[in-house]
């Protein structure tokens, strides 16, 4: 399995940018995909999460802000990002949940200028 992200990018505060995720494998197989991110010096977070049946979770954070989504026909993962703050600066992730694996994309860096 593979997971591409790509969609990262400099942008100024209150901008938006839309990240996508483009996965080898028909992504129906996965219990869960999500975006995660890990600022400079801190661990890595969970962002946002879509679980099978399509329930999602986000963290607080990025509540009302930040929307994800899938295309199960083009196998690829979606998060828009809105209203984006300084804090959000990080390099995001993709993942996907199979069995008791998780994979990994190779991250998209995202900037927020003030």
């Known amino acids: 399995v593979q997971l591409q992200a790509s969609g990262g990018g400099l942008v100024q505060a209150g901008g938006s940018l839309r990240l996508s995720c483009a996965a080898s494998t028909r992504i129906f197989s996965f219990k869960a995909m999500g975006w995660y991110r890990q600022p400079p010096g801190k661990e890595r977070e969970l962002v946002a999460r879509?679980?099978?049946?399509?329930?999602?979770e986000y963290a607080d954070s990025v509540k009302g802000r930040f929307t994800i989504s899938r295309d199960s026909a083009k196998n690829m993962m979606y998060l828009q990002m809105d209203s984006l703050k300084p804090e959000d600066t990080s390099v995001y992730y993709c993942?996907?949940?199979?069995?008791?694996?998780?994979?990994w994309g190779q991250g998209t860096l995202v900037t927020v200028s003030s």
């Open positions: 993942s996907a949940a199979r069995g008791s694996t998780n994979y």
């Open positions: 879509i679980i099978g049946g399509g329930s999602t």
